[in-house]
């Protein structure tokens, strides 16, 4: 039976749907005004991870998923490259659609902008407002945290003394609850960006965002809510209280948070300067799946420390299932029935709250067992992708990643050759050797291949 940790009670528990017809997940995106760094990205694995494997254990998932492409950094992204709001926030939510791709993170289900959703948040702060828990300032419609009963409950917040303080800015301290701004009314510094509502010209707040979004595809109550751990508070927090307000209904059932990414002086931030994109590795010779790969060794609780070591670490041990992969599709090699002994464990560790490098390791234990049946083994591995996603149904010979040097190598070797300068030509076969390659003869020329 899986087992999800989950925020709001802080222990494991037996995951049950609302529905016995499918699962319902929410998972909170991107804000489009840059590149998503490797931060952001490891959070999109872990929700790619979770889905994958509540799909491998049978359950139906829908996921819904938004793109935050109206907040302060987005109008001020865009002014500051003079180009207009939807094609700013457009650039940044094509290269975050192709960086998922790269990692092999399934596309979820339903992806929702925040500018395409605008009346249904109108319509949501409305009722909050008729209902008495939100109130016009002067900067905006606020929600007042005194009237919900369980404020702050998921991220364990003393009440505050301070509680009658408003708060405009979408992210503030855990220290100082606050009203929030559902709603900022227009000023200058928007420019051309508003929209007209009963209660004023102006723009939503972030969180109201997920909440009337959820609302509109799910209903008052889902399954599960993701995102890291930073949006506990305030976000995640805020997102109870109106969607609570609204419905009277619990909002949520099991909250998931994923652990940071972090750099060994700290975080990953702009402002320290250590931000790594996709591109960033890819420009190191590192591929998206070598990421991905890396990622799946950390429990996704756990913080990953990330350095350039442990990516090369596990770019190599990557590299290694790839040719073991593609070996095992050549072989046809009765051996026993190994499958049920696997697939148990796999199951196991899966239930566990995802942990998945336990999955990891005992995908790598059924790859190296060589009296498993070549055939049933490669079916099961293939099994386990589903969940893993390392994309072994594509591996194929030209994936192997045959270093720059053994390549300089064999083309010096081949103009030995050609010389008749065998002396030379085997020197560079046993160099070729000792840096961990064998040189075989095939149609098409000369082919490394690792020892
Ligand atoms: P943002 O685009 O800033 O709204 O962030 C997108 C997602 O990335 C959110 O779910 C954040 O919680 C998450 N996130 C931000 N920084 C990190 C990090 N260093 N490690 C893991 N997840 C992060
Ligand atoms: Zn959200």
Redesign the pocket.
Known sequence: MLKLYNTLTHKKEVFRPIKESGVSMYS????VYNY??I??L??YIFNDLLRRSLKYLGFKVTQVMNI?DIDDKTIKGSQKENIPLKEFTKKYERIFFNDLKELNIIKPSHILRATESIQEMIFFIETLIKKGYAYKASEGIYFSISKSKNYGKLAQLEKSKNKKARIKSDEYDKSNPQDFALWKFYTEEDGNIFWEAPFGRGRPGWHIECSAMSMKIFGPQIDIHT?????IFPHHTNEIAQSEAITGKKFVNYWIH?????MKEG??SKSLGNILTLENLNNGGFFPLDYRYLCLLTHYRSSLVFSLENLKAAKNAYERIKRKIIELKAKKIKGKDLTKEYKDKFKKAIDDDLSVPKAVQIFIDALDNQQFDSLKKLRLLEKFDEVLGLNIEEMKEEDVIISKEVINLMSERETARKNKDFKTADKIRDKIKSLGYSLEDSPDGVKAKKI
């Open positions: 909170c995106g991107p804000t998503a760094h931060g952001n490891r959070t935050t995102g890291a751990i930073d949006l994923a652990g940071f990414l972090t975080k990953m």
